[in-house]
């Protein structure tokens, strides 16, 4: 199978003679939250992801992964909101579409848990193509935040790009997820990323999203 090594977005400018790179900016509201801190991946892609956790302070998860379809396929399988809510930490889940027309795609989410207590908060999702064109992305953003709510949950962002590789017929995903709430662990954030990563896998390949594990 070709190498699926991601395309440097990079831009080159010179300036006498000299030459600078100067990275692909972000958007208003679609910037990065950190670098990604899982190595990039060793011989052939494969449909499986790849992660690191840390935990100091907040619960931070980092992870990687391909999808053997084309990016454009991948981004209107990331735009579903069904694909992307966290519906299995979750009991009630209630989505209010293009709330920030700002933005080429967002939708707002209204969360609820019962246990003990009833826990609601509302997380905002924000889309945009950062390079490339919607009908052939090289690199789409997807991020989102609790903006309002329970203050069991002190932070709640994360992000997901959707990059194109070498290889046009092969994607690579890259998460980044921050969490500080009161009794949440790594494992639940990392759970929770990896059913996000295997239902965008699902959705790019037109078939059923997979059960909560």
């Known amino acids: 199978m ?6 440097v977005l990079v831009l080159a400018t010179l300036v006498g003679a000299c030459q600078d790179t100067i990275t692909t900016p972000f958007p208003p509201g679609l910037e990065p939250l950190e670098d990604n801190k899982v190595p990039d991946a060793v011989g052939p892609p494969t449909e499986t992801m790849r992660w690191k956790a840390s935990s100091s302070g907040i619960i931070r998860i980092y992870a ?3 999808v053997f379809e084309p990016p454009a396929k991948v981004w209107q399988a990331a735009l579903a909101p069904d694909a992307m809510i966290a519906s299995c930490s979750t009991d009630q889940q209630s989505v209010t579409l293009d709330n920030e027309p700002q933005y080429e795609h967002s939708y707002l989410v209204h969360y609820t848990v019962n246990n003990i207590v009833t826990v609601e908060w509302d997380d905002q999702f924000r889309y945009g193509v950062v390079d490339g064109t919607v009908d052939a992305p090289l690199l789409g953003m997807v991020r989102h935040q609790k903006v309002v709510g329970s203050d069991y949950i002190t932070l709640s962002e994360g992000t ?10 092969i994607t690579e995903l890259a998460f980044v997820e921050h969490l500080d709430a009161t009794a949440a662990s790594a494992g639940d954030v990392l759970r929770g990323v990896q059913h996000n990563y ?3 896998v699902a959705r790019s390949h037109d078939a059923s999203l997979p059960a909560c594990q």
């Open 2 to 7: 070709p190498s699926a090594v991601p395309i």
């Open 64 to 66: 990687r992964g391909y």
């Open 198 to 200: 295997d239902a965008l």
């Open 160 to 169: 997901i790009e959707v990059l194109a590789t070498e290889d046009p017929t």
